[in-house]
């Protein structure tokens, strides 16, 4: 069975620092790898996504996600973090493209003026 | 950039009553899910449709619900008779193919009585 462990509930990030959120998954096939963000009172926003190409993916924002199979991991960063960061951060997994997501907890950002 | 829209942004009905939460997803997508989000929860699978026929649903999805597709733009989810713990965010998504992610609505917020 997918499942998706997202470490730490809240993040704080002072604004202009890395931000690194974690994100560990199981899968019992390849997964397809995802994160969204989620802006107060808005819908889910797609920020990336890991499908078996690249390992290091490039999503929108100057956010990045690591694929690591030995590790199991998908861990979300960018260099340097912005006011406009502040949401909540969904990892997600799917054995197949068309199939059900499951999510993560989630990881709510604050940044730090 | 089209959007999944989701009406009403906010329902608030007695307990027992029926409701219809109503999606319009991207016009040229064909695969629809909904998705949950009770509060302070993570968001859960409900349930997904695809050539006007149920994909796969969750345990949450039981008899109390149903989803349609009544015309060529709408997708409906159908809570017969609404409990307390119905209460939560639902998320519509759709995708053009097995090959794309889902895009999501904003949500509506069912608030049951």
């Known amino acids: 069975a997918q499942s998706v462990t997202q470490l730490g509930s809240h993040v704080s990030v002072s604004e202009g620092a890395l931000v690194l959120l974690r994100c560990n998954y199981s899968?019992?096939?390849?997964?397809?790898l995802f994160w969204y963000v989620q802006y107060p009172n808005q819908g889910l926003q797609l920020l990336l996504k890991?499908?078996?190409?690249?390992?290091l993916v490039k999503g929108i924002n100057g956010f990045e996600a690591e694929f690591k199979k030995s590790e199991t991991s998908f861990h979300l960063t960018k260099p340097s973090a912005h006011m406009s960061d502040a949401a909540e951060y969904f990892c997600?997994?799917?054995?197949?493209?068309?199939?059900?997501?499951?999510f993560g907890k989630g990881t709510r950002l604050h940044i730090l003026p | 950039e089209p959007e999944v829209t989701q009406t009403p942004s906010h329902q608030v009905t007695q307990m027992g009553q029926e409701v219809i939460l109503r999606c319009v997803p991207i016009?040229?997508?064909?695969?629809f899910y909904w998705y949950r989000q009770i509060l302070g929860q993570k968001v859960e699978f409900l349930v997904s449709?695809?050539?006007?026929?149920?994909?796969?649903k969750s345990e949450i999805f039981d008899d109390q619900f149903s989803v349609e597709r009544p015309d060529g733009s709408n997708f409906t989810l159908k809570i017969r008779s609404t409990k307390l713990e119905d209460s939560a965010m639902y998320f519509c998504?759709?995708?053009?193919?097995?090959?794309?992610?889902?895009?999501f609505g904003d949500g509506t917020r069912l608030s049951i009585l």
């Open positions: 998504a759709s995708s053009v193919d097995s090959y794309q992610p889902q895009h």
């Open positions: 899968s019992s096939v390849p997964p397809y």
């Open positions: 890991y499908t078996s190409a690249a390992t």
């Open positions: 997600a997994v799917s054995e197949n493209r068309d199939d059900k997501i499951i």
């Open positions: 016009s040229n997508h064909l695969y």
């Open positions: 449709f695809y050539n006007n026929e149920i994909s796969e």
